[in-house]
T-cell receptor, first 118, second 110 residues
C-alpha cells in the first residue's frame, strides 16, 4: 500500500542552523501538509500546499519557515534559523483530493521527523 | 478555533472490554477523522466519517457523529493490548487543514 515517507527520521541541529525536512507524498496525491507535535502536546497544523503554492498557513508558520515542491515527488519544509522551541516531531501528510470526493479525502501521514534543536 | 477536544484524557481498561472516546468540536465540518498514535510514532488513519453520516463501522471500530451537538465518539470493541495508544480526532472544515484534538491516551491491560 502506498505511504508517505519522511527523511530523516531524526535530526539534531544547533540553534540558528538551517534544517530541511523531506517528505515524499503518495504519488497521485495533490494536496500536501506539514504539521508539528511538540512532545506531549497536540498535533498542530503548519501549512497546506496545492498546485505549487501555499493554500493556508497557521500563525506558527512564520518567515522562518518555507515549503517547496522542487520536483514531482518531494515536498520539503525548511526552517531557516532554528530555535530551541522548534524542537518537535514534524509530520508530513498528503491527500488525493479535497473534501467532498468520496474515498479520496483521507489525509495520510508520514512517520515523522523528530527534530531536536540544541 | 474549531479544535477538537477529546475526553477522557486518559482511559485504562482490561483486555476484552470496550473503550469509548469522545470528541467535541466548535464549527461546521466536512468530515471528521480518527487517528491512532503509538508513543513517539506517526499517525495512523483509522476511520473517516462525513458530515452527512451518523455512524460508521470498520472492524472493531464504531464511530458516530452528531453534527447538532458537534461531537463524535469512537468505540473500540473487545479491546486488545495492542490497542494501547493515543487516539485523536481531527476535523476538516475547508479541506486545507485539520484541527487535532488533545487526544485520549488508552491503556489496555492484558
Amino acid at each position: 500500500e502506498p505511504e508517505v515517507t519522511q527523511t530523516p527520521s531524526h535530526q539534531v541541529t544547533q540553534m540558528g542552523q538551517e534544517v530541511i525536512l523531506r517528505c515524499v507524498p503518495i504519488s497521485n496525491h495533490l494536496y500536501f501538509y506539514w504539521y508539528r507535535q511538540i512532545l506531549g502536546q497536540k498535533v498542530e497544523f503548519l501549512v497546506s500546499f496545492y498546485n505549487n503554492e501555499i493554500s493556508e498557513k497557521s500563525e506558527i508558520f512564520d518567515d522562518q519557515f518555507s515549503v517547496e515542491r522542487p520536483d514531482g515527488s518531494n515536498f520539503t519544509l525548511k526552517i531557516r534559523s532554528t530555535k530551541l522551541e522548534d524542537s518537535a516531531m514534524y509530520f508530513c501528510a498528503s491527500r488525493q483530493r479535497a473534501a467532498g470526493f468520496l474515498g479520496k479525502e483521507t489525509q495520510y501521514f508520514g512517520p515523522g521527523t523528530r527534530l531536536l534543536v540544541l | 478555533s474549531q479544535q477538537g477536544e477529546e475526553d477522557p484524557q486518559a482511559l485504562s481498561i482490561q483486555e476484552g472490554e470496550n473503550a469509548t472516546m469522545n470528541c467535541s468540536y466548535k464549527t461546521s465540518i466536512n468530515n471528521l477523522q480518527w487517528y491512532r498514535q503509538n508513543s513517539g510514532r506517526g499517525l495512523v488513519h483509522l476511520i473517516l466519517i462525513r458530515s452527512n453520516e451518523r455512524e460508521k463501522h470498520s472492524g472493531r471500530l464504531r464511530v458516530t457523529l452528531d453534527t447538532s451537538k458537534k461531537s463524535s465518539s469512537l468505540l473500540i470493541t473487545a479491546s486488545r493490548a495492542a490497542d494501547t495508544a493515543s487516539y485523536f480526532c481531527a476535523t476538516d472544515a475547508n479541506g486545507n487543514q485539520f484541527y487535532f484534538g488533545t487526544g485520549t491516551s488508552l491503556t489496555v491491560i492484558p
